[in-house]
């Protein structure tokens, strides 16, 4: 195998037998490959090729019970434990608003699906693992001991394919970068007063044709102001000692997965900082962090201020909120603003 030749499905797993402790992600960039590449070079093995719809998954995974669901970027891992509910599917988009698991889908980004065995031990960890046509991981429903695996089996016989190749052929897909268009500050900061609602940010840039960061960095600092890198941390550990409940969201093209509630345990591990509490999990690497801005927009109801961190391509990794606003604009005023702002 060299570098400039395509590892084969048994190459791919006669590299992973020999490198079993090196994480998917890592053995998949090694290798020049997609995740979901690595994935299929195990079917008919470990591995069951099903249907990649998010509408079909969230027509049946209620029936699962108590699972683990992970959505995640290349910079956040986000894993919530909990059961599937108050679930609204759509062409466009679908809402899952249960207590524990809450998530935006957008299932046109949806096209792969693996339904995934592994041993543990003497445990076998069962899954359903999603992803785009690049091959990247969408979303993930790991089994819980509290799940139903007699569901999880009928699942996957329903939504089996009869391609079960071991070969996966990755698509391109287009990735827009984040522009800062032809829009004067004056314009941009009209249109970012006359918000009424956080929603309609997203339908204000579009309109704009202005990307997210870009939007932040030129408005001025009254709505959005530099923090230092070290700003995520330092928020997590004052809302711990506050007792705050917050949001945080983790996004990629296909998903958003949401907390909502308080935080107990935040820890740092070399350069991840983790929270490692009884139903959410988060893995955050700092060191991807290029820029964090507190972002303000007004509402019918007075400002919401976001913490928003962003990769060095212009990429939001994740966002923050706090559920009680004056506790939550004390911790964002209190933290550390970056030495110098861009223009």
Known sequence: MTEQKRPSPAEIRAFRAENPKMRERDIAARLKISEAALVAAETGISITRIDGSATKLLERVERLGEVMVLSRNESAVHEKIGV???????????IVLGENIDLRIFPSRWEHGFA?????????????????KAGNAVHKVHLRPNSNIQAYHAIVAELKLEDQSQEFVEAEVSNNADEAADVSRDELRENWRKLTDTHEFFGMLKRLKIGRQAAIRNVGDDYAWKLDNTATAEMMHASVKSGLPIMCFVANSGIVQIHSGPIFNVQA???????????????????????TWAVRKPTRDGHVTSLEAYNVEGEMIIQFFGKRRSEWREI???LPRAASVAA
């Open 269 to 291: 591990m070399g350069p991840w900082i983790n929270i490692m509490d009884p139903t959410f999990h988060l893995h955050l690497r700092q060191d991807h962090i290029a820029e």
């Open 116 to 132: 995934v065995s592994k041993k543990d031990g003497d445990q076998e960890r069962l899954s359903l693992q999603y992803f785009d």
């Open 84 to 94: 599937f509910e108050n679930i609204k599917t759509g062409m466009q988009s679908a």
């Open 332 to 334: 964002i005023e209190s």
